[in-house]
Each structure stands twice: as structure tokens, then as C-alpha cells.
């Protein structure tokens, strides 16, 4: 506990040393959560631990506000990260050995511009005594509606936030909530404020009671999914919604494959450390199953039409398929989608060069029937992933298909069977 309450002391004089240069630099601020949640819903012998600063900055003044964190030693976290894997709410700067600071310009799955979030968050700020400074924090309306986006940013598996909800909701008259809703509205945040409230007993009625909209996709996905379906989850919903197959099969590429400078800012690996780092993410993408399903029952949930949601996820398997064929080869991809290969039947042992030349040939068929056999397993439908190949003048051609569903191309010899 003494440890604990220490760490709390560390963050509130980090937040207090930033807080004061960027008054001096002319740059508002606003403290977002820490000190100002635990000083309004814990008593004071109650210790509320946080183990990071959260600011949030006009978008106008984040080059401003982030040249003052360079000249105090910080560094950004992700600096040379490609744009499609950096959150774009908030840039995390860290100095060594102390708490790091997450520069907000916005609110995780908030969709709303930053300016509407600086505007409805900074309005009607007080100041709170932090550290060594008096800092600006939101109002009590504001920090209701960023308790709840907290909690369901982080889901069921974070127990402690959703007890802070709890806390929030029972403690917090119906007139504050409604402002909080209020100010949701104006961020287009109101189904996720329902769903957040959603993971509280108390919280279904009261958001009958301020007539919130129903539930987005992604706020059912953030309050259902556990920690290892919803990163996956989420991502297919992102790539879902990216307007051209470009920009979905970039996002598809950055999410399988990260940048070194990624994994160098999420982990601090280098050298060695980066292989490790890949091989234990690629490891992780065997729960792109339970993704898969998080992400389905999601869509349907929200009420979109069965056959598109079918369409997309078949896109999205091929999509990683492809990816995966051109990235870690074959028999990896078919490994990650737990595709085990199965007793060989029929045909002649054939040569190294021969195999591979299936494997570069199956090119396209591959990645298809992966993606299907990975839709079919979901539905329990049993069937054989097959290999073939078929010599001739011009050398060897592979195909794939699925048993029973497809019929075996004539004078193709199978060679592998996978299953599972």
C-alpha cells in the first residue's frame, strides 16, 4: 500500500511539473482523469492508485505543448511509427524512470473532431490542487461521462473500472448524468455512453432513463469482448469501415505484420528482441478465432443483415490468408488458421522443388480456400483442405480446394491433406 500510494505521489508531481511549463508556454490543459476522479469518488482514506498522466491539449496547441515535453527530457514513444498503427486520441511521451504522459487531443473510441472534445470537456473546468500546482479538471458532468468511456475502453476484464462506474452511477444524481449524456451527444458518443453504462447493474435503467441510442458495433465489441478477442474484434470493424480495399488491405498488412518502430514503442525491443517480439504476435493470432466470433455476434447484435456481415468476414479470412502465404509462407499461415496436416493419401513422395512449386503456384486458390475452410470450421462444419499438383509441359501447377464441398480438378495428384 505505502508502495502504491507512492507511485500516486510520482504521477501527481509528473502531472504538476508538466502542467506548470505548459501554463508557462501559454498551452491550456486540462487533467483528465487520476486525482480528479479519486477526489471525487474516493474517501480520503481510500487510496486510488494511477500510474500515468492524462492531458488533454487544444489540437491547435500539440506541437506547442509537445516541444514543452521534449525540453523537460520527454520523448515520443512513437516516433517514426507509421501513421496507421499510432492512436490518433492521444501521443504517449515517456522519460526515464518516471510515469508516462499520455497527450490527449481526444477520447479512445470518441469519434468526434478534437476541437468538439477540447470544447465540451474544457467547458466549466475547476481547478483541483495536484501535486505542487493547481491543475484544471472537467467538471463533474465531464468526468462521469469519461469514467464511463474508461471503463468500456478496457472492457469486462478490468474489473476495478467498472467498479469505479458503479461507484459513479449509484453516488451521482440523474441531473449530473443527464449532462454527462448531454455532452455525449455533442460528441456523438451517446450509444457508447449505453454500452459503457451497460456493464454496471444500475446502469441498463439509467440509460433507459436519459433515452440513449443503441449501441454501435465497436461499443458492443469493447463491452463484451474479452482482452484477447478484442484487439482482433476491433480491427476487423476498422477494416471494415476504411472506405477503399487499399486502405483495408494496409490496415490488414500493419495489424499482422507491425513496423519495428511499433514494437520498439510498445515493447522496448531492438535487435533480437524485435524476432521475438514477431514471433510472439504472430503467435497471438490464433485468437483471430475468437476475434472473428466477438466481432459476429457484434454486428448481428447491432442489427446488421447476416449475409453482409458473411461477406465481410469471408473477405477479411482471405485478406490474412494472403498475407500471411506472402509474409511467413505456407505451411506457417496454415499453422496460424490450425490447420494441421492429416495422414497423405495417394500419390508418390514428391520432391522438395516440386512441393514448393505448388505452394508458389496456389497462389490465389490458397488464400481462398483457407479463408473459406477458416469460415466453415466457425459453423462446425467438417471438411478437408486438399493440395494438389499437376505436371506438364510446362511444369508443375497447384490448386487447393476443399473435400467435400469442391470437386477435384481432373489430373491434379493430391499431395497434403489439412484438417482439423
Not at 24 to 29: E, I, K, L, Y
Not at 248 to 264: E, G, M, N, Q, S
Amino acid at each position: 500500500m505505502r508502495h502504491e500510494a507512492a507511485a500516486t505521489l510520482l504521477v501527481d508531481a509528473i502531472a504538476a511539473e508538466a502542467v506548470t511549463a505548459l501554463d508557462r508556454a501559454g498551452v491550456p490543459s486540462v487533467l483528465l482523469k487520476g486525482p480528479a476522479v479519486a477526489a471525487w469518488l474516493y474517501q480520503p482514506s481510500e487510496v486510488r492508485t494511477y500510474s500515468d498522466v492524462d492531458l488533454l491539449v487544444p489540437p491547435r496547441s500539440l506541437g506547442a505543448a509537445e516541444r514543452v515535453l521534449a525540453a523537460l527530457g520527454f520523448r515520443y514513444v512513437f516516433d517514426g511509427v507509421n501513421v496507421l498503427e499510432r492512436p490518433s486520441h492521444a501521443r504517449t511521451w515517456i522519460r526515464v524512470d518516471d510515469p508516462p504522459i499520455d497527450l490527449h487531443i481526444g477520447l479512445g473510441e470518441v469519434p468526434a473532431p478534437s476541437e468538439d472534445v477540447w470544447a465540451v470537456l474544457s467547458d466549466g473546468a475547476t481547478k483541483l490542487d495536484v501535486g505542487t500546482a493547481p491543475v484544471l479538471v472537467p467538471d463533474t458532468a465531464s468526468l462521469a461521462l469519461i469514467v464511463a468511456l474508461h471503463a468500456l475502453q478496457h472492457g469486462p476484464d478490468e474489473p476495478r473500472l467498472i467498479d469505479e462506474l458503479g461507484r459513479a452511477v449509484t453516488s451521482t444524481g440523474t441531473d449530473v448524468w443527464q449532462e454527462a449524456a448531454d455532452a455525449a451527444a455533442k460528441l456523438n458518443a451517446s450509444g457508447l455512453l449505453r454500452a459503457a453504462l451497460g456493464l454496471v447493474e444500475a446502469g441498463p435503467a439509467l440509460a433507459d432513463e436519459l433515452d440513449l441510442p443503441a449501441a454501435p458495433v465497436r461499443a458492443v465489441i469493447l463491452a463484451t469482448a474479452s482482452a484477447g478477442a478484442r484487439t482482433c474484434a476491433l480491427g476487423l470493424d476498422r477494416i471494415g469501415a476504411a472506405p477503399s480495399w487499399r486502405e483495408k488491405a494496409a490496415l490488414l498488412v500493419r495489424a499482422v505484420i507491425p513496423t519495428p518502430a511499433y514494437l520498439r514503442g510498445t515493447e522496448g525491443t531492438s535487435g533480437t528482441g524485435l524476432a521475438s517480439s514477431y514471433g510472439r504476435r504472430l503467435a497471438r493470432l490464433r485468437s483471430v478465432v475468437e476475434g472473428f466470433r466477438a466481432w459476429r455476434s457484434a454486428v448481428r447484435e447491432c442489427g446488421a443483415s447476416r449475409r453482409l456481415s458473411d461477406r465481410i468476414e469471408v473477405v477479411a479470412w482471405s485478406l490474412a490468408a494472403r498475407v500471411g502465404i506472402g509474409t511467413v509462407g505456407v505451411k506457417a499461415t496454415l499453422r496460424l488458421f490450425d490447420l494441421i496436416p492429416l495422414q497423405r493419401r495417394g500419390g508418390e513422395r514428391l520432391a522438395f522443388t516440386e512441393r514448393d512449386a505448388l505452394f508458389r503456384l496456389a497462389g490465389r486458390c490458397l488464400g481462398e480456400s483457407i479463408a473459406r475452410s477458416a469460415y466453415l470450421r466457425l459453423r462446425g462444419s467438417r471438411h478437408e483442405l486438399v493440395l494438389g499438383v499437376r505436371r506438364s509441359a510446362n511444369g508443375v501447377q497447384g490448386h487447393a480446394w476443399l473435400e467435400p464441398f469442391d470437386t477435384a480438378p481432373p489430373e491434379f495428384e493430391v499431395i497434403h491433406r489439412f484438417g482439423r
